[in-house]
């Protein structure tokens, strides 16, 4: 069966340290991986995806992620958190284009000032 | 650019009672996906809608229905309503030529009572 894990329901770091939320994922195929972002009562915005090429990926606000394929994680991490970076962060993935997105349980990240 | 909207931002129903819940994607976008966001279940996959036809659904009952009209807004409708129905539902879109990435809409918060 397909999954995404994240293995941290919560992440706790202090404003300005370099923070890592890691997601490890089983899908058929190449996967296509998502990071999302929610605040309390919004919806999720899209932060940033890796589909191929560069197993660096950079995206919205200053976070980036790392592709790793011998061992299946796409961690999200940022070189310097922000107290306004704390939320609630989703990993997705899915083994073909156009096909429903398969989430992690949500990690929620708290920076402390 | 718009993005997806939702309506209602809340639904107060009693058990039984049958709701509707719709959405419009971003312009441009030809794909709806539904997701429900239950406390404590995470992000589960509903339903997909691709040029007015359901492409794939989720592990839901029958009783989680819907349909895509020519506009490519989405209906999502649940007949015959349980108190575990209560939830966020988040409807995503997605484009012909970039499927791989969706964007989420801010929610409908069903409540049933």
């Known amino acids: 069966a397909q999954s995404v894990a994240q293995p941290e329901d919560q992440v706790n770091v202090a404003e300005g340290n370099p923070l890592t939320v890691k997601c490890t994922y089983s899908?058929?195929?190449?996967?296509?991986l998502f990071w999302y972002v929610q605040y309390p009562n919004r919806g999720l915005q899209f932060l940033l995806k890796?589909?191929?090429?560069?197993?660096l990926v950079k995206g919205s606000y200053g976070f980036e992620a790392e592709f790793n394929k011998s061992q299946t994680s796409f961690h999200l991490k940022k070189p310097s958190a922000l107290v306004s970076d704390s939320a609630l962060y989703f990993c997705?993935?899915?083994?073909?284009?156009?096909?429903?997105?398969?989430f992690g349980k949500g990690t929620t990240l708290s920076v402390s000032s | 650019e718009a993005g997806v909207t939702q309506s209602p931002t809340h639904l107060i129903k009693t058990r039984g009672q049958q709701a509707t819940l719709r959405c419009s994607p971003i312009?441009?976008?030809?794909?709806v996906y539904w997701y429900q966001q239950a406390l404590g279940l995470g992000l589960q996959f509903l339903l997909w809608?691709?040029?007015?036809?359901?492409?794939n659904r989720g592990n839901f009952p029958p009783r989680f229905s819907g349909r895509q009209f020519p506009n490519y807004s989405s209906e999502l409708n649940v007949n015959a309503l349980e108190l575990e129905d209560s939830a966020l539902y988040l409807c995503?879109?997605?484009?012909?030529?970039?499927?791989?990435?969706?964007?989420f809409g801010p929610g409908t918060r069903l409540l049933v009572l």
């Open positions: 995503a879109s997605s484009s012909r030529v970039g499927r791989e990435t969706q964007y």
């Open positions: 899908v058929s195929g190449n996967p296509y």
């Open positions: 890796y589909i191929t090429g560069d197993n």
């Open positions: 997705a993935a899915r083994g073909q284009a156009g096909t429903a997105l398969i």
């Open positions: 312009s441009g976008h030809t794909s």
């Open positions: 809608y691709d040029e007015g036809e359901e492409r």
